[in-house]
């Protein structure tokens, strides 16, 4: 009799997931707060599919394991049930990986610069035809191993939190934590557990893997400890690491990965996840030749510090991407004055003291949504509006040449908006729409 497994939300990587577990024997059942879209394509394969809630019977039932959107807090109720009763719950990256046996993994986590880093290494693992990238950009880890299961595959898998609470064996063959900084306290119990819960990146990695460690990071050094695998440190101001720059040229160890003058975004973060991804591939066998090309031709994310354009002396960014604090003392540090931030959004629970040390950098700050009044605390020209679009205009209408317009919200997009792609595409439109008045 084929073991039972039941899957929470039926969102892409859900029902992926789902489908990878049917294929290879399990009785699997899927249940969502909402419609399930692929009900019909479920149900015909032999599952038994629940929507527009989570029935109680499915609490009596005798569950193999629990497989959990990343999304779905632990603390709710139908979700509390079976961490009380001590039913394994698994995340999709967790079962992806058990099937897809002949992936290599550069994966990628840390608060911040995890998507830059993640595209740099899958633009250079293109150059070995087989790469794919995974996670939370992407496709569903799960999708691809549902996809490419036989084959052999380089996968750039960028990792939060949420998923490695779930994992049991996954190793991947590079990983790295970036750095380190309070986030998604709306979600974990405390920031130690946050920070914690990065670290199972590589707790299940063999001798021969790799595990990049910032060592610029307190945090990081603080909490990556008792390391099995081969530890390489990193650095942008030390060179007695294993990776570092040096005369204008990065080297790991002692070969030199590229020139920095090759590198043409602004930002010492930025030359810092160039090091971290070239680094990655260079360990999942990608040539120093390919890994420079993909230096000199490649461009900023979108939504991260992403030049839009210019208008009567006026340069306008787009930083939706920026949710937290650490990501926003990033992009303040990339200009040194006359900054127009506009800032605000759903309350994650974390202090925005760090952006005190960028108040006199910080002309004004044009604050909105759920948290616009905190910023009152933390700068001393705070503006306060109720949506983004009425930010922008009262941003336009008090700046000057050489000013410079900023969208770093140091929240996440939820009192407005889904997600920060559509935040940050929304204030792309609105500025093209002015940038085109005549």
């Known amino acids: 009799m084929s073991e039972k497994v039941l899957v929470i939300g039926a969102a892409k990587s859900g029902v992926a997931v789902a489908k990878l577990l049917h294929r ?35 609490k009596n039932e005798e569950w ?23 039913i394994k719950i698994l995340t999709e990256v967790e079962i992806g990986y058990r099937y897809a046996k002949k992936f290599h993994y550069g994966a990628v ?5 995890k998507t830059t880093i993640t595209t740099m290494l899958y633009e250079m693992l293109q150059h070995n035809k087989k790469a794919i990238v995974a996670g939370n950009i992407g496709w569903p880890l799960s999708e691809l191993a549902y996809e490419y299961e036989d084959e052999e595959k380089d996968v750039a898998l960028e990792l939060s939190n949420f998923q490695l609470l779930g994992i049991e064996t996954f190793a991947p063959t590079v990983s790295v934590v970036c750095n380190l900084a309070p986030d998604h306290l709306d979600y974990m119990p405390s920031v130690e557990s946050y920070y914690a819960s990065k670290m199972r990146i590589y707790e299940n990695c063999k001798a021969d893997d790799w595990f990049l460690r910032n060592v610029d990071d307190p945090t990081v ?23 570092y720059r040096k005369d204008g040229k990065v080297y790991l160890k002692d070969e030199m990965l ?44 979108e939504h991260r510090l992403e030049y839009i ?30 900054i127009i931030l506009l800032a605000g959004g759903h309350d994650k629970g974390i202090s925005f003291d760090d952006l005190k040390q960028f108040d006199e950098r910080v002309k004004y700050c044009v604050a909105f ?12 020209h705070v503006i306060t509006q109720e949506t983004m679009k009425e930010a922008l205009d009262e941003a336009i209408r008090l700046s000057q040449e050489g000013d ?35």
């Open 369 to 380: 949504g759920e948290t616009k009044e905190k910023f009152k605390e933390i700068f001393q």
């Open 221 to 243: 050094m603080e909490y990556a400890q008792n390391i099995l695998c081969t530890m390489i440190d990193f650095s942008l101001t030390r060179q007695d690491v294993d990776l």
């Open 109 to 113: 986590t840390g608060t911040n610069g």
């Open 404 to 438: 410079v317009i900023l969208l770093s919200p140091a929240c996440s997009s939820y009192d407005q908006f889904p997600n920060y792609e559509v935040r940050g595409r929304m204030f792309k439109d609105m500025v093209h729409e002015y940038l085109d008045k005549m």
């Open 258 to 301: 590229f020139e920095e003058k090759e590198f043409k975004i602004v930002g010492d973060y930025n030359l810092s996840n160039a090091m971290v991804a070239s680094c990655m591939a260079y360990k999942l066998g990608v040539s120093i030749e390919n890994i420079r090309k993909t230096i000199r031709e490649f461009q900023p994310v």
């Open 24 to 58: 290879h024997g399990y009785d699997v059942t899927i249940t969502d707060m909402s419609k399930i879209e692929a009900k019909e394509e479920l149900e015909a394969l032999g599952m038994s599919v629940w929507e527009n809630g989570h029935p109680d019977t499915l």
């Open 64 to 86: 193999a394991f629990v497989v959990k959107n990343p999304g779905i807090k632990y603390t709710v109720p139908f979700v509390k049930y079976f961490v009380d009763h001590k």
């Open 309 to 338: 354009g210019e208008k009567n002396g006026v340069r306008f960014y787009n930083d939706s991407k920026a949710t937290n604090t650490h990501a926003v003392t990033a992009a303040l540090s990339s200009f040194e004055k006359n």
